[in-house]
């Protein structure tokens, strides 16, 4: 039989989480003849190559880079050998349910336009390393707290003086997902989005992540895979969705799909690669909804908010084209500023003065009767959205 189905892990330094990975891959109830699993070997340092030996019941494929080359890069080559008609892009150390790739196959058959993502996203503690953050701590200790399996589970792995990872989760708790749900929360971040999102939400690419989603090999080739551009960590995915989005693909959430995705040590400077991504992202899209997403660099995860705007701007820039156009540009201009002041380690204060309007007399006075007026149309939430970015 041919390959339909094209499983694709870039992956770099995540061993052994991402053996467990592949244990939940073997547990699949989809026809072992029709998938594939590429695991891309983005030049890892760890013992990740091992696993160039392993043996899987699926046509399993190791390609290891000779260089580290960054997540987008990886996923391209992913992509340019997939044999599959259908790709499911799933981060390395993710352990899925057995109907995963079952599930994300069938919602294909009949919809040749749609990026498709589990709906039930967790995280979970396979392992506890030393190198966690008081956060991550902090969450596992409120699970060994309510959970007297997992208390079991570390008191029996645990070995005094040891600054080796805990292992918590073996090969055989792949095949019970109520085994591991005991060392599982549900990832708020993800919880968020899924709580706006409907058939008109607004911003439906950003529930495009490649911790997991399914879509046609031909809609990826048709926008070009993922800009390499994006170095390190984040939003390479959302920029891929949007452009996704952009033309024409529907997106869903699939509430019969669960996912685990295994906590790990955080990356050095995740978070200035992601700051240097989104500024990026902006420039290359200059639109309200990208820019939108700066409001999470002030703290903001509130996406019905983000969808009351966009509908609100949408109906503006429509029923009043020659109308606002002052106010419209400051709200770019002051939305890309943040990640702006982000990236230059300064703090998010005085954006009207930081992006020059203060200092604009005429724009600042035709700004201010423009946002005085909104209140008269009943735009409340892109009054509101001025309003937060003005008290920064």
Same mark, same amino acid.
């Given at each position: 039989?041919?390959?339909?189905?094209?499983?694709?892990?870039?992956?770099?330094?995540?061993?052994?989480?991402?053996?467990?990975?592949?244990?939940?891959?073997?547990?699949?109830?989809?026809?072992?003849?029709?998938?594939?699993?590429?695991?891309?070997?983005?030049?890892?340092?760890?013992?990740?190559?091992?696993?160039?030996?392993?043996?899987?019941?699926?046509?399993?494929?190791?390609?290891?880079?000779?260089?580290?080359?960054?997540?987008?890069?990886?996923? !391209?080559?992913?992509? %340019? +050998?997939?044999?599959? *008609?259908?790709?499911?892009?799933? $981060?390395?150390?993710? @352990?899925?349910?057995?109907?995963?790739?079952?599930?994300?196959?069938?919602?294909?058959?009949?919809?040749?336009?749609?990026?498709?993502?589990?709906?039930?996203?967790?995280?979970?503690?396979?392992?506890?390393?030393?190198?966690?953050?008081?956060?991550?701590?902090?969450?596992?200790?409120?699970?060994?707290?309510?959970?007297?399996?997992?208390?079991?589970?570390?008191?029996?792995?645990?070995?005094?003086?040891?600054?080796?990872?805990?292992?918590?989760?073996?090969?055989?708790?792949?095949?019970?997902?109520?085994?591991?749900?005991?060392?599982?929360?549900?990832?708020?971040?993800?919880?968020?989005?899924?709580?706006?999102?409907?058939?008109?939400?607004?911003?439906?690419?950003?529930?495009?992540?490649?911790? !997991?989603?399914?879509? %046609? +090999?031909?809609?990826? *080739?048709?926008?070009?895979?993922? $800009?390499?551009?994006? @170095?390190?960590?984040?939003?390479?995915?959302?920029?891929?969705?949007?452009?996704?989005?952009?033309?024409?693909?529907?997106?869903?959430?699939?509430?019969?799909?669960?996912?685990?995705?295994?906590?790990?040590?955080?990356?050095?400077?995740?978070?200035?690669?992601?700051?240097?991504?989104?500024?990026?992202?902006?420039?290359?899209?200059?639109?309200?909804?990208?820019?939108?997403?700066?409001?999470?660099?002030?703290?903001?995860?509130?996406?019905?908010?983000?969808?009351?705007?966009?509908?609100?701007?949408?109906?503006?820039?429509?029923?009043?084209?020659?109308?606002?156009?002052?106010?419209?540009?400051?709200?770019?201009?002051?939305?890309?500023?943040?990640?702006?002041?982000?990236?230059?380690?300064?703090?998010?204060?005085?954006?009207? +003065?930081?992006?020059?309007?203060?200092?604009?007399?005429?724009?600042?006075?035709?700004?201010?009767?423009?946002?005085?007026?909104?209140?008269?149309?009943?735009?409340?939430?892109?009054?509101?959205?001025?309003?937060?970015?003005?008290?920064?």
């Amino acid at each position: 039989m041919s390959i339909e189905v094209s499983v694709i892990l870039p992956s770099y330094n995540r061993y052994p989480l991402n053996m467990l990975s592949l244990y939940a891959l073997k547990n699949q109830t989809f026809d072992f003849s029709k998938m594939e699993v590429l695991l891309i070997d983005d030049a890892s340092t760890d013992e990740t190559h091992l696993l160039q030996n392993y043996s899987a019941p699926y046509p399993f494929r190791y390609i290891r880079n000779k260089t580290n080359l960054g997540r987008s890069k990886s996923r !391209n080559i992913g992509i %340019k +050998k997939a044999r599959g *008609d259908i790709l499911i892009f799933l $981060d390395a150390e993710v @352990i899925v349910d057995p109907d995963f790739v079952k599930n994300h196959y069938q919602r294909h058959l009949s919809n040749e336009q749609l990026v498709v993502t589990g709906k039930n996203t967790n995280k979970v503690f396979s392992f506890l390393f030393p190198e966690f953050t008081q956060s991550q701590l902090g969450t596992f200790e409120e699970i060994v707290h309510h959970s007297p399996l997992v208390k079991n589970r570390l008191e029996t792995n645990v070995k005094k003086n040891s600054n080796k990872p805990v292992q918590l989760l073996f090969e055989e708790d792949c095949r019970s997902f109520s085994t591991i749900k005991h060392f599982s929360v549900p990832k708020k971040y993800e919880q968020n989005i899924m709580r706006a999102f409907s058939d008109d939400f607004r911003l439906p690419w950003i529930s495009c992540t490649t911790l !997991n989603h399914s879509v %046609k +090999k031909k809609l990826v *080739d048709s926008v070009g895979g993922f $800009d390499e551009q994006f @170095i390190g960590h984040g939003l390479e995915d959302y920029e891929y969705g949007y452009r996704l989005y952009k033309a024409g693909t529907n997106f869903s959430y699939d509430p019969n799909i669960y996912i685990y995705h295994q906590e790990h040590p955080k990356e050095k400077d995740w978070k200035e690669h992601e700051t240097k991504n989104l500024i990026y992202f902006q420039q290359k899209h200059p639109y309200i909804d990208v820019c939108l997403l700066s409001l999470e660099r002030i703290h903001v995860y509130d996406y019905k908010f983000m969808d009351n705007i966009m509908a609100e701007y949408q109906a503006l820039s429509q029923n009043y084209p020659a109308m606002f156009n002052d106010f419209k540009k400051a709200i770019l201009v002051l939305l890309q500023q943040i990640p702006l002041l982000k990236a230059e380690g300064k703090p998010v204060t005085s954006l009207l +003065k930081s992006t020059g309007i203060e200092d604009d007399e005429e724009w600042r006075n035709r700004l201010l009767i423009e946002h005085k007026a909104l209140g008269k149309y009943g735009l409340e939430n892109l009054t509101k959205l001025f309003d937060l970015l003005i008290r920064h």
